[in-house]
T-cell receptor, first 112, second 114 residues
Framework: AQTVTQSQPEMSVQEAETVTLSCTYD???????LFWYKQPPSRQMILVIR??????QNATENRFSVNFQKAAKSFSLKISDSQLGDTAMYFC?????????FGTGTSLTVIP | SAVISQKPSRDICQRGTSLTIQCQVD?????MFWYRQQPGQSLTLIAT?????????ESGFVIDKFPISRPNLTFSTLTVSNMSPEDSSIYLC???????????FGEGSRLTVL
């Protein structure tokens, strides 16, 4: 079965600090993409970062980076220099074939 | 990136009525999907909207309750039929342009059924 597990329902971080959101997944497929999506209170989901499973190098996008451990099926998101605008729900997801699988989300609050 | 417009953004409906949600993408996309998101919850895939053929429904969702149309590569509708309070939720349209593995989302339609 394909699953995505986010074990941290809620997290908070002080502005300018660093926070790491955890995600583990399970799949028997060898080809897949991994994603972190952000859903601010305004509700529209937007892509934060993407990782191809065949790439060993961890993806980075400005203040966002991932720690991808393929053997452990772990895909954590690190947010550096947290900003108030980072307050949102964060969903870990992966796609294999045409099927997307989402985690249950982590609600992140950045505290001024 | 694709821009996805959904309407209505929110609505309050009476039990037993039906509501159609429209989803417009600003460019042709291969795959379109409809998700349901309960408040504070993750996304549950309702169905994949196939252009020119019947939608593919996930377990627990049926065409009579959630009829879907996709007349072309940029537009789809989802109807929530014979609504009950349990249908109160956010309904999200999304699209996958293909090749990128990335989903783009509309802003969602928040339905409240009284």
């Amino acid at each position: 079965a394909q699953t995505v597990t986010q074990s941290q329902p809620e997290m908070s971080v002080q502005e300018a600090e660093t926070v790491t959101l955890s995600c583990t997944y399970d799949t028997s497929e060898s080809n897949y993409y991994l994603f972190w999506y952000k859903q601010p209170p305004s509700r529209q989901m937007i892509l934060v970062i993407r990782q191809e499973a065949y790439k060993q190098q961890n993806a980075t996008e400005n203040r966002f980076s991932v720690n991808f451990q393929k053997a452990a099926k772990s895909f954590s998101l690190k947010i550096s220099d947290s900003q108030l605008g980072d307050t949102a729900m964060y969903f870990c997801a992966f796609i294999t074939g045409n099927q997307f699988y989402f985690g249950t989300g982590t609600s992140l609050t950045v505290i001024p | 990136s694709a821009v996805i417009s959904q309407k209505p953004s929110r609505d309050i409906c009476q039990r037993g009525t039906s509501l159609t949600i429209q989803c417009q993408v600003d460019s042709q996309v291969t795959m379109m999907f409809w998700y349901r998101q309960q408040p504070g919850q993750s996304l549950t895939l309702i169905a994949t909207a196939n252009q020119g053929s019947e939608a593919t429904y996930e377990s627990g969702f049926v065409i009579d309750k959630f009829p879907i149309s996709r007349p072309n590569l940029t537009f789809s509708t989802l109807t929530v039929s014979n609504m009950s309070p349990e249908d109160s939720s956010i309904y999200l349209c999304s699209a996958d342009r293909g090749g990128t593995g990335e989903l783009f989302f509309g802003e969602g339609s928040r339905l409240t059924v009284l």
